[in-house]
């Protein structure tokens, strides 16, 4: 820099004789910084799962595209690596059967899940229909439930009240189990987390009022006592029943305009990023309970999901022994006559869960040992 024309004396930076070390910093410093900014959100992330456990459900809103299936995926590979946890993942789009790690995946057909309509004459009725569910393969879904870890069933069901059905069914399932090991006082629990996509198909108003769901619902009000929790995920707050939504955890990413001014506004009117949030990217959530802003790495997948044969869990029919030659000899004679089992009308599947009849605690099998949990 020149300072006057009668002096002419310059002022500049000492000259830089090794320009490659002094990238290298540069280029050191930047990775520092990024390790430090993923650090930083891998412990945010931490304290997301931390807080669920302590506290109960979590449920994620977000707009299509904002990442709400990868925020899905690398808080479920969190869950799947702490002790004694159990996780159960719903599908409605093969996506998760895709793209997420190794995990076992069963196809649910749409044919499992069946309506009936049962014609009731009570007192002065003339005539009243009432509808109930029936969940089959009952025999197979126990199977896949006792033998696997974590689990992803992906749903061919058409119907959304068939769809919530079934999802009931399973949820129902592990909450008797651990209702009874609760009740017997058993030093240990499974901890079941559920993960539900488009969980306004099975939590929406219009749903979960209807009479046959009303259990689904005081499961879902005492699940967290029985280390039983939801992780669900939608596009809109509004979706949900107020009852359900109001006893989760919020994570919000870039909202529609219409679920912001309806109700996210008025949520965040005491938060740091009550503006910001519609201009979140890609990734970006707001964990409310603690008002941090956490973006998500993008999920790597490591190993394939594979579909669960199920065939293979089914126990095979042992084979009647041969007889020995001396009864072979009396049957060609006549003298000894086998009798033939009596052949009658079976049903071809057990079913898993009836909305009329559900589970009673002795249908339920529970296992006195606590070596199964610590083998996890």
Same mark, same amino acid.
């Given at each position: 820099?020149f300072?006057n024309?009668?002096f002419?004396i310059?002022?500049?930076?000492?000259?830089?004789k090794?320009?490659?070390?002094?990238?290298?910093k540069?280029v050191?410093g930047?990775k520092?910084r990024?390790l430090?900014?993923?650090?930083?959100q891998?412990n945010?992330?931490?304290k997301?799962v931390n807080?669920?456990l302590?506290?109960?459900d979590?449920?994620l809103?977000?707009?299509k595209?904002?990442?709400?299936?990868?925020?899905?995926m690398?808080?479920?590979?969190h869950?799947?690596? +702490?002790p004694?946890?159990?996780?159960?993942?719903?599908e409605?789009f093969p996506?998760?059967?895709?793209?997420?790690?190794r995990i076992?995946?069963?196809?649910?057909k749409?044919?499992?899940?069946?309506e009936?309509?049962h014609?009731i004459d009570?007192?002065?009725y003339?005539?009243?229909h =009432?509808?109930?569910y029936?969940?089959?393969?009952?025999?197979?879904?126990?199977?896949?439930?006792?033998?696997?870890?974590?689990?992803?069933?992906?749903?061919?069901?058409?119907d959304?009240?068939?769809?919530a059905?079934? #999802?009931?069914?399973?949820?129902q399932w592990?909450?008797r189990k651990?209702y009874?090991?609760k009740f017997?006082?058993?030093?240990?629990l499974?901890?079941i987390?559920?993960?539900i =996509?488009?969980?306004?198909?099975?939590?929406d108003?219009?749903?979960?009022?209807k009479? #046959?769901?009303n259990r689904?619902?005081?499961?879902y009000s005492?699940?967290?006592?029985l280390?039983?929790?939801f992780?669900?995920a939608s596009?809109?707050l509004?979706? +949900?029943?107020?009852?359900?939504?109001g006893?989760t955890?919020?994570l919000?990413?870039n909202?529609?305009?219409?679920? @912001?001014?309806l109700?996210i506004?008025?949520?965040l009117?005491?938060?740091r990023?009550?503006?910001?949030?519609l201009n979140?990217?890609?990734?970006?959530?707001l964990y409310?309970?603690?008002?941090?802003?956490?973006?998500f790495p993008?999920?790597?997948?490591?190993g394939?999901?594979y579909?669960i044969?199920?065939?293979?869990?089914?126990?095979?029919p042992?084979?009647?022994?041969?007889p020995?030659?001396?009864?072979?000899?009396?049957?060609?004679?006549?003298?000894?006559?086998?009798? =033939?089992p009596?052949?009658?009308?079976?049903?071809e599947?057990?079913?898993i869960?009836?909305s009329e009849h559900?589970?009673?605690?002795?249908e339920i099998? #529970?296992d006195?040992?606590e070596e @199964?949990?610590d083998e996890?």
């Amino acid at each position: 820099m020149f300072i006057n024309h009668q002096f002419p004396i310059y002022l500049g930076a000492p000259f830089d004789k090794n320009p490659a070390k002094s990238k290298g910093k540069l280029v050191n410093g930047w990775k520092r910084r990024k390790l430090k900014m993923g650090k930083m959100q891998q412990n945010n992330i931490e304290k997301i799962v931390n807080d669920i456990l302590s506290y109960g459900d979590l449920l994620l809103v977000a707009n299509k595209g904002i990442g709400k299936t990868n925020a899905l995926m690398v808080l479920t590979r969190h869950f799947r690596a +702490l002790p004694k946890t159990r996780v159960i993942i719903f599908e409605d789009f093969p996506k998760w059967s895709l793209e997420f790690d190794r995990i076992p995946y069963l196809v649910v057909k749409d044919s499992w899940v069946q309506e009936a309509e049962h014609v009731i004459d009570v007192g002065n009725y003339f005539l009243r229909h =009432e509808r109930d569910y029936t969940v089959l393969m009952g025999s197979q879904i126990k199977a896949v439930l006792k033998k696997c870890k974590d689990i992803l069933f992906v749903s061919e069901i058409q119907d959304i009240e068939r769809q919530a059905f079934f #999802i009931y069914s399973i949820i129902q399932w592990f909450y008797r189990k651990n209702y009874l090991r609760k009740f017997k006082n058993y030093n240990s629990l499974e901890r079941i987390v559920f993960f539900i =996509e488009e969980s306004q198909n099975v939590f929406d108003s219009s749903t979960i009022s209807k009479k #046959i769901f009303n259990r689904l619902r005081k499961i879902y009000s005492v699940a967290r006592n029985l280390e039983i929790h939801f992780i669900l995920a939608s596009q809109r707050l509004q979706d +949900l029943n107020t009852k359900i939504r109001g006893r989760t955890r919020l994570l919000l990413g870039n909202p529609s305009l219409d679920d @912001y001014e309806l109700k996210i506004r008025r949520i965040l009117r005491h938060s740091r990023f009550k503006k910001e949030i519609l201009n979140f990217k890609v990734g970006e959530f707001l964990y409310t309970p603690l008002d941090i802003k956490v973006k998500f790495p993008l999920f790597q997948q490591v190993g394939k999901p594979y579909e669960i044969n199920l065939d293979s869990l089914m126990p095979k029919p042992q084979r009647k022994p041969k007889p020995n030659i001396v009864v072979r000899i009396l049957q060609k004679f006549g003298w000894i006559v086998e009798e =033939e089992p009596e052949i009658g009308e079976q049903p071809e599947f057990e079913p898993i869960a009836d909305s009329e009849h559900p589970d009673s605690e002795s249908e339920i099998e #529970i296992d006195e040992s606590e070596e @199964y949990l610590d083998e996890w």
